[in-house]
């Protein structure tokens, strides 16, 4: 395909592999850094220059030498004594002296010239840093140079500065530092020697002597200051060739990005030409293939030519105009503006290729040439325009639920250069053997501003995909496979956002609850796995054939879980689920035993309500919510008066024998809300033997609570186990449940008609309470409720 060719060509014109230089590092000391001011050599430093420029765009060590300067011409205009130049001296240098103060870390408590110093490295990083960038994107943009030459120069840079940085601490370390250090010892002993000097008035020569001390003081002077600029100047140094070096690095990450997003493009411009020019008639197609690959060669040659290098410098302009951008910039794009840039590529090769007075080819002419009989091309004809008809069978069972009311929009469209009424001869003559050997109406003929193609449509729409016989089955494997490879069939790795093309079934629900009452009554937990360190989602059930504990990893989150329960090969395991949390609503048969359990989902509910994003607001709280419903609704958990509405806050409940057993046979570890069972069965029988003589004394207690940690017991669970062996106060009990049918009666109308009171006669002969123990509970009630 010509203009995937081009585009391809231009894509490795922007890549523009210009052989790098030899000297590299030559080339960036001498010709680029100088540029940007970023140059060191012995006798240009600039980077210390501009570091220890002050406030008048003269360098400090330049300052310090006017200073110097100053002093000897003050000394002649007020031609100062012999014996009063020592102390002269020593008040201009603690004038000065204030000028190169830097103790503490805080630049703020510097000297200004300091404080100035460290103002320049501030400005200098930021600065320094986007004139590089901008050499970068020059250097890309060159065709000189190119990124292949940018990838070395940085490379080499990084050598480069780090010289740089090696030279300055050892400039400071092994020269500046003491130089300053001897500066400092000889100004104290000329100090001394010039005051000496001065008072010997008998001494030969005595003028200039004295006149030698002085210039040598001076020079101790500049000595110790200009050092002082030259040590900090290099201090700094360090701290800008570490910011620029922190550029380069993000640099050449930027380039292996923009170079990764050019080999995209060309990769898939390269691709969709081959395919076109070699693989194409190796496919599969539903249609005919026209073209020969000589023709498309011929026809890029044609339009190209030799202005191959002009074309890529004119598309390379409108393109990057177009996107309003440079170059270097397209390492900022992601996998959607590549596809954008891939198109806009495409595109504006296919523009120089249909401006190309070259090219005249049409596919009606090719295929009259190609078929040279009548009889051929009516039956290439007819059997092309079969193939464009889509072999779809429809679900009679879906069908009948309804669909058949629904449109279905059957259309059949043909598209051809010209339409109806075409231009060129050769589609003049085929449109009589479509009309012919096809089905289509005259205003099913439309105009196609294409002379490179001709279409055959028919299409089957309006309905939903879940009509399409054995979609049910296509999902089920679907989910088996999306189990065992995690990117199975997808081209997007986020395939969640796609949702279920069918309706969620009875079973589908219930496996969906199952999983969220299982985490509520503690029969599936999430924990990390002890060898791999990573969370796992378990089940832990009993075999009936052999009572052993076995754990089934259901996935590593909760929806991996779900996902694993919904698939049909896991059904064995969804079962037995299903059997587990039903076997614990059947086990709640005293309204006791029902109000803790029904507590304990409540518990859980209240827990999500808090945990859960947005509360009842979020459809995660409200699908819970329905789940727990359901399983309240389903094993009657909920007792009047005595229970709190479904969705409130409650305390923790006591968790009762019931629940606690049926999260014994199915927990494996010893945690403290999953003891396994043979801890669970050792610690039972341990409160048994304490309980056997009647209430344990502190002693036993003690012991109880030492096996209870560690057995992995929760304080919950041994409440409930211990509530099996501990005597009971059957009379409060008779009362309690007496008491609790009363309050219910009450509590509908006020009153207790005749049906209610034989229904309380009969509770009291079962509990065996006498007329005098009913009196007091039926006074205390109604005293309770203000309806005495």
Not at 117 to 143: F, T
Not at 399 to 428: C, H, R
Not at 696 to 702: A, D, K, N, R, V
Not at 728 to 752: C, K, P, S, V
Request: charged share 30%.
């Amino acid at each position: 395909m010509s203009p995937a060719r081009l585009a391809a060509r231009l894509v490795g014109w922007w890549s523009n592999p210009t052989p790098a230089p030899s000297a590299m590092s030559d080339l960036i000391r001498t010709e680029i850094l100088p540029g940007l001011f970023l140059a060191e050599t012995e006798h240009d430093h600039q980077i210390i220059d501009s570091i220890s420029m002050g406030d008048n765009k003269k360098p400090y060590a330049k300052e310090v030498a006017d200073w110097v300067a100053s002093i000897r011409k003050r000394r002649n205009d007020l031609n100062i004594p012999f014996e009063n130049l020592q102390r002269f001296i020593s008040n201009e240098q603690e004038k000065y002296a204030p000028h190169f103060h830097d103790s503490g870390t805080d630049p703020k408590r510097w000297s200004d010239y300091f404080q100035k110093m460290w103002d320049n490295v501030s400005w200098l990083i930021p600065e320094k840093r986007k004139e590089l960038r901008e050499a970068v994107y020059q250097m890309v943009e060159d065709r000189f140079r190119g990124p292949k030459f940018t990838r070395q120069f940085l490379e080499v840079l990084i050598e480069v500065f780090a010289d740089f940085r090696s030279k300055f601490e050892q400039d400071r370390q092994k020269y500046w530092l003491p130089r300053e250090r001897s500066a400092q010892n000889a100004l104290q002993t000329l100090l001394k020697q010039i005051d000496n000097h001065a008072q010997q008035f008998m001494m030969l020569n005595r003028k200039k002597v004295i006149e030698d001390d002085f210039q040598a003081i001076m020079q101790a002077l500049e000595s110790i200051y200009v050092s002082k600029v030259e040590v900090k100047a290099r201090t700094l140094g360090t701290m800008l060739l570490d910011g620029l070096r922190e550029e380069i690095d993000q640099l050449l990450v930027d380039l292996t990005a923009f170079e990764g997003v050019l080999e995209t493009v060309h990769t898939q411009l390269k691709d969709k030409e081959l395919v076109y020019t070699r693989e194409t008639r190796g496919l599969t197609v539903n249609g005919i293939l026209l073209y020969d690959d000589k023709e498309i060669a011929a026809a890029y040659d044609k339009t190209v030519a030799d202005k191959e290098e002009t074309l890529c410098q004119t598309l390379s302009q409108q393109i990057l105009e177009e996107l309003q951008i440079r170059l270097f910039g397209l390492y900022e794009y992601d996998a959607l503006k590549t596809k954008d840039l891939y198109q806009r590529l495409l595109g504006q090769a296919m523009d120089v290729f249909r401006r190309s007075s070259q090219l005249d080819i049409s596919t009606a002419r090719k295929f009259l040439e190609q078929y040279p009989t009548v009889e051929q091309q009516e039956a290439q004809i007819k059997t092309t325009f079969e193939k464009s008809e889509p072999f779809l069978r429809l679900s009679q069972e879906q069908k009948k639920l309804g669909w058949e009311d629904k449109l279905e929009k059957y259309q059949k469209l043909v598209g051809i250069q010209g339409g109806s009424k075409p231009t060129d001869p050769a589609v003049g003559m085929i449109l009589p053997m479509i009309r012919k050997t096809s089905t289509v109406t005259e205003k099913e003929i439309r105009p196609l501003n294409d002379p490179y193609h001709i279409f055959f449509v028919q299409e089957l729409g309006a309905f939903p995909l879940r009509l399409i016989e054995g979609m049910e089955r296509m999902r089920s494997l679907y989910r088996a496979v999306s189990q065992a490879d995690k990117n199975p069939l997808h081209t997007h790795q986020d395939f969640r956002q796609f949702k279920d093309i069918m309706p969620e079934t009875s079973n589908e629900r219930q496996a969906r609850y199952n999983l969220m009452l299982a985490q509520a009554l503690g029969l599936v937990r999430q924990e990390d796995n002890r060898i791999t360190g990573f969370a796992e989602v378990k089940f832990t059930y009993r075999e009936k054939q052999t009572g052993f504990d076995k754990t089934e990893v259901l996935g590593t989150t909760w929806q991996e879980a779900e996902d694993y329960l919904l698939t049909d090969q896991n059904r064995r395991i969804a079962e037995l689920l299903d059997e587990a949390i039903r076997a614990i609503g059947e086990q709640a048969v005293t309204k006791f035993e029902k109000q803790n359990l029904y507590e304990q989902l409540m518990a859980y509910l209240s827990h999500q309500e808090q945990s859960i994003p947005g509360g009842r607001d979020n459809p995660d709280y409200q699908r819970i919510h329905e789940a727990v419903s359901d399983f309240v609704k389903s094993h009657k958990l909920f007792i009047p008066s005595e229970a709190p509405p479904v969705g409130s806050t409650v305390a923790t409940p006591t968790v009762p024998a019931v629940a606690a057993t049926a999260a014994a046979t199915t927990s494996p570890g010893a945690s403290p809300t999953n003891p396994s069972s043979e801890n669970l069965e050792k610690y039972t029988k341990l409160v048994e033997t304490c309980y056997r003589r009647g209430t344990p004394s502190e002693t036993e207690l003690h012991l109880l609570e030492t096996f209870q940690k560690k057995y992995g017991i929760s304080p919950d669970m041994a409440q409930a186990i211990a509530a099996q062996f501990a005597p009971q106060d059957t009379i409060e009990q008779a009362a309690a449940e007496f008491g609790l049918m009363f309050r219910a009666f009450l509590d509908n109308d006020g009153e207790i008609d005749l049906e209610e009171q034989a229904q309380l006669l009969e509770l009291q002969e079962e509990l065996g309470l006498t007329n005098e123990q009913v009196e007091t509970i039926e006074t205390n009630i109604r005293e309770e409720l203000g309806r005495v």
